[in-house]
């Protein structure tokens, strides 16, 4: 059954330095996702990614983040200069069609210290 | 406003009853639903979803049952197992918006 996968599973940082979440959405999917969770908190969404643009973004989602399709293949998540507060579960999500269900890979761990 | 609610943080059940979650939502514009799964450390896994043009969809031991009356869904499972432990969200589609509105997830414990 095909799945997202993300990788790294876990990654430690220290603040101001830059990370690289990746993703591998489901092959046929067109629509791209990022969310995150602190701990113990629900999932928030923070960005979709349609034909190669952002669709939609949360207010979470400021300058120092981006993504960035650069293959057939990956999808990643760039927090440019990260903050103790962006200290959380990173999940990766992707779909067929907008109004499909979205599947959500594993995650990646990130810790900002 | 855009907000997912549930109802109790936690519940726990015996093995082998039945499990209701519940869960309410705010925007009445929004026609599509989906219920997720997460266990410790794992990425939501899908469960089962409805659209507002059904009051009830029913998959391999789940039911989902909406109330666009009073913008209330909910999720049950049937003869619950070990596995069944998890916390489970709703998660709202907002049209337009292309994202997932989460609810604050629902704990369930099955005890042996």
């Known amino acids: 059954e095909p799945e997202v996968t993300q990788t790294p599973s876990h990654q430690v940082t220290q603040m101001g330095q830059e990370v690289i979440l990746r993703c591998v959405p489901i092959s046929n999917h067109l629509y791209f996702y990022w969310y995150r969770q602190i701990l113990g908190q629900k999932v928030e969404f923070l960005v979709s990614f349609y034909n190669n643009e952002i669709s939609e973004k949360s207010e979470i989602f400021d300058d120092q983040f981006s993504v960035e399709r650069p293959d057939g293949s990956n999808f990643t998540l760039k927090i440019r200069s990260t903050k103790l507060e962006d200290s959380a579960m990173y999940f990766c999500?992707?779909?067929?069609?907008?109004?499909?269900?979205?599947?959500f890979g594993p995650g990646t761990r990130l810790l900002v210290l | 406003g855009e907000s997912v609610g549930l109802h109790l943080p936690t519940l726990s059940v015996q093995e082998g009853d039945n499990s209701i979650i519940n869960c309410a939502y705010s925007?009445?514009?929004?026609?599509?639903f989906i219920w997720y799964k997460q266990e410790s450390g794992k990425g939501p896994q899908f469960i089962i979803d409805i659209r507002s043009n059904m009051d009830k969809r029913q998959g391999q031991r789940v039911t989902v049952l909406l109330n666009k009356t009073v913008k209330h869904l909910s999720l049950q499972i049937a003869a619950t197992q070990p596995g069944d432990s998890a916390v489970y969200f709703c998660a709202e589609f907002i049209q337009g918006a292309q994202k997932l509105v989460f609810g604050q997830g629902t704990r369930l414990t099955i005890n042996p």
């Open positions: 999500a992707s779909s067929w069609t907008e109004q499909e269900t979205q599947y």
């Open positions: 925007n009445s514009a929004s026609d599509y």
